[in-house]
């Protein structure tokens, strides 16, 4: 499974993209909400990371790089641009207010893997988007500062204001079930 | 410092962001406070739950390919830098990993969450400024020590004779269940020992030797004891030690 290290010479893009296959279709598909789109997201991506190869300055990060293509293709598209709303709101400035709840370790061990997924489906993009960078593709902020092309400090709280809309929308739906709705 | 300032490191330190003496500061904050670890544990659950609900979908075969199919042996990059490809072999694992656990059912997702908290205590732990609290090679000295400290007690092997050193112990969380972590030595590896009482998230788990991320753990119960052994080291040295640690159990 080791990839040896290899000169750059070496190295085709087809040896760095073709390992980010099933992550990259496992991302677009939850930002298009559709099979049919998320495959023609997906090949769309590669071709034009093909084509921009020649471009990528090695030794930086070629997954950033990868994500960035998804997700500035994605955001062009039709689906895309309906999705967007002006994020004007999370400037680093605005930083991270703590609030005194009381932490809610039942309500998330209670919450099922379909309450989650149903919670993600229902947040705006660009909360999903990042909780799926940083959760699923563990993705330093420096990476998701990166592919998302935001600075370190908008990762910050835009992730904080992420995970606060998510662990609403949890405790709704939770109270939803505990009273049958 | 005040919990409230704590806590605006609290997603940081979760996400593995913090420097590490921020973070051992607050490591050793987070062992005192039960408040602060408390907030900290749901951080960790969120961030769990969200990763396992986020790994859901696979492309097509076709669709796989296809896209391998048009790029399919194009342009060598040309330039003469010397580039490791670092991040690659871990994601291509992960995915591997993901494509098999899309259709795992409840109890797996319970296992892969046990598996990883595991995981991250385990590299938590030497990744830390103290990786134990009780410093010794003696487990008459590290034993004793766990007393008054986690709800139970344990036995420990005798160790001569076998490539493994005690280094020392501390106390540890599995979903809010106290236990002991000990940490043991074998060429240059180190690995992890918990153990918990056998309920709770734990509990339950078939027996048996896994390759959970690039671990191995072997698991079993033993008078109502739960043990995991955890490492990246071969199978055949996790098996050696937990069949010291059975025979002491
Ligand atoms: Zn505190």
């Known amino acids: ?181 | 410092m005040a919990c409230e300032q704590w806590r605006e490191q609290l997603d940081r330190y979760v996400d593995g962001e913090l420097d590490p003496a921020q973070a051992s500061a607050l490591s050793a904050h987070l062992r005192g406070c039960a408040d602060c670890a408390a907030d900290a544990l749901e951080r960790v659950q969120l961030k769990r739950s969200v990763q396992m609900a986020g790994k859901r979908y696979t492309a097509s075969t076709e669709l796989r390919n296809r896209i391998a199919k048009t790029i399919a042996a194009k342009p060598r990059h040309g330039v003469g830098w010397y580039w490791k490809i670092l991040t690659l072999p871990a994601f291509a694992l992960l995915m591997l990993a993901v494509a098999v656990n899309l259709y795992v059912g409840h109890e797996d997702a319970r296992r892969q969450r046990v598996y990883s908290e595991l995981a991250d205590l385990h590299v938590a732990a030497l990744a830390g400024s103290t990786p134990v609290d009780v410093v010794s090679t003696d487990r008459h000295t590290v034993k004793p020590w766990f007393q008054g400290k986690i709800p139970f007690t344990f036995n420990l092997p005798e160790l001569q004779g076998s490539e493994f050193t005690l280094l020392g112990g501390r106390v540890t969380y599995l979903a809010q269940t106290p236990g002991a972590q000990l940490i043991y030595h074998v060429r240059k590896h180190e690995i992890s020992v918990f153990i918990f009482q056998d309920r709770g998230e734990g509990a339950g788990l078939p027996e048996g030797l896994e390759h959970p991320q690039s671990f191995n753990v072997q698991t079993w119960t033993q008078n109502g004891l739960r043990y995991f052994v955890v490492g990246d080291v071969g199978a055949e040295d996790i098996r050696a030690l937990s069949k010291l640690l059975r025979g002491a159990g």
């Open chain 1, 1 to 181: 499974m080791k990839v040896p290290e290899k000169s750059v010479r070496d190295t085709t893009f087809e040896e760095l993209a073709m390992p980010l296959f099933d992550q990259l279709y496992n991302f677009a598909r939850w930002l298009t909400q559709d099979t049919a789109e998320a495959e023609d997201l997906t090949q769309e991506t590669y071709a034009k990371a093909l084509r921009g190869f020649s471009s990528f300055q090695m030794g930086t990060n070629f997954r950033a790089w990868m994500y960035r293509i998804l997700r500035n293709t994605f955001l062009t598209s039709r689906t895309g641009l309906k999705n967007t709303v002006a994020i004007d709101e999370d400037t680093d400035e605005a930083l991270l207010p703590v609030e005194n709840t009381t932490p809610e370790s039942s309500l998330i061990q209670q919450a099922s893997r379909e309450m989650v997924q149903q919670a993600l489906t229902d947040l705006p993009v660009h909360f999903r988007e990042i909780l799926l960078l940083c959760e699923v593709e563990e993705m330093s902020y420096q990476e998701i500062a990166e592919t998302l092309g935001i600075p370190m400090g908008t990762v910050m709280s835009r992730l904080y204001r992420a995970r606060k809309a998510l662990r609403d929308l949890l405790r709704k739906k939770n109270e939803g079930v505990r009273h049958g709705v």
